[in-house]
C-alpha cells in the first residue's frame, strides 16, 4: 500500500493560570458527526492552508522573523512556510475557539468585553469558517497584526505511516489572553474543559478519549509544577 506523505498543520495548546499557582489547558471535543476525529478531544488547530503563507497575511504578522521561524522549524520549510506554520496555528484558534492572538497597528488588543466589538469579531470569525471571509481580509479590516510570539513552539509529531490519513504537526504554547473568553462550542467544537494536565490524564480513564499525541503533550506539561516556571521555561505571555 502507497504511504501518504503527511500535510503540514499545527495545534495550539492554550493555557491559563488557576487559583493554586498551577494551570490549567483547554481540551475541545469534535463533534460525533465529523469524519476525522468525531468524538475526540483534541487542542484547537488543523492543517496549513494557502492563505496562511500570502504575502497578504505575511505582511500583518509581527513578534517572529521568517528566518528566526524557519531555525526554529528547520530549514527545510523556507522561512515563508516556517512562518505559516504560527499563522495557521493562530487563525485555527480563532476559528475555533474565538481567541484572538492579535494585536492592532497601534499595539493594542482588541477589547473583546465590549459588546458590539466582540459581536463584530464573532460574525467575522463565522464568516473565516464559512470560508465567505479570507485571513487577510479580516486582519485588514480591523487593522490587525497576528503576534506570532504568542504562541511558542512547543513540540513536533508526525502521524505513523500506517495511517491513511497523516499529519507532520508542530504544537505551541500560548497563554490566554486578557479579556478573553474561550467558546464553549463551536462549528469544530461540540464541547470543552479546562483542566490541569493530570487531572486531563486522569479524566481520559474514564470518559474523555485522547488520542496519543494528545496524551504525550499532557505528559510532558505534567513536568511543570508551577504556572511561573511555565511561564519562565516558554516565555509565555
Not at 471535543?29 to 469524519?35: A, K, L, S, V, Y
Not at 499563522?87 to 473583546?112: H, K, N, Q, S, Y
Amino acid at each position: 500500500m502507497e504511504t501518504r506523505s503527511p500535510k503540514n498543520a499545527s495545534t495550539v495548546l492554550l493555557l491559563r493560570p488557576d487559583s493554586t499557582g498551577r494551570f490549567e489547558i483547554l481540551l475541545t471535543r469534535r463533534p460525533d458527526e465529523m469524519q476525522f476525529l468525531g468524538g475526540f478531544y483534541v487542542f484547537p488547530g488543523g492543517s496549513i492552508e494557502a492563505q496562511d503563507c500570502s504575502g497578504k497575511v505575511l505582511r500583518r504578522c509581527r513578534g517572529l522573523s521568517g528566518a528566526d521561524a524557519q531555525g526554529i522549524l528547520g530549514d527545510h520549510l523556507g522561512p515563508e512556510l516556517s512562518l505559516a506554520h504560527w499563522v495557521a496555528g493562530i487563525r485555527e484558534l480563532f476559528e475555533e475557539v474565538g481567541i484572538l492572538l492579535c494585536v492592532t497597528g497601534a499595539g493594542a488588543t482588541p477589547d473583546m468585553k465590549n459588546a458590539e466589538t466582540a459581536r463584530r469579531f464573532e460574525d467575522k470569525r463565522r464568516a473565516l469558517v464559512a470560508g465567505t471571509l479570507d485571513l487577510g481580509s479580516f486582519l485588514e479590516s480591523e487593522d490587525l497584526f497576528c503576534e506570532l510570539n504568542r504562541a511558542v513552539y512547543f513540540s513536533h509529531r508526525i502521524t505513523p505511516e500506517m495511517y491513511p490519513m497523516r499529519f507532520d504537526t508542530r504544537f505551541y504554547l500560548a497563554a490566554l489572553p486578557d479579556g478573553q473568553t474561550a467558546l464553549s462550542r463551536s462549528e469544530e467544537v461540540a464541547a470543552s474543559f479546562w483542566a490541569a494536565p493530570d487531572q486531563a490524564l486522569r479524566e481520559a480513564n474514564r470518559n474523555v478519549p485522547l488520542l496519543p499525541p494528545t496524551t504525550t503533550m499532557l505528559h510532558n506539561l505534567t513536568a511543570f509544577d508551577s504556572w511561573q516556571s511555565l511561564c519562565e521555561k516558554y516565555r509565555l505571555r
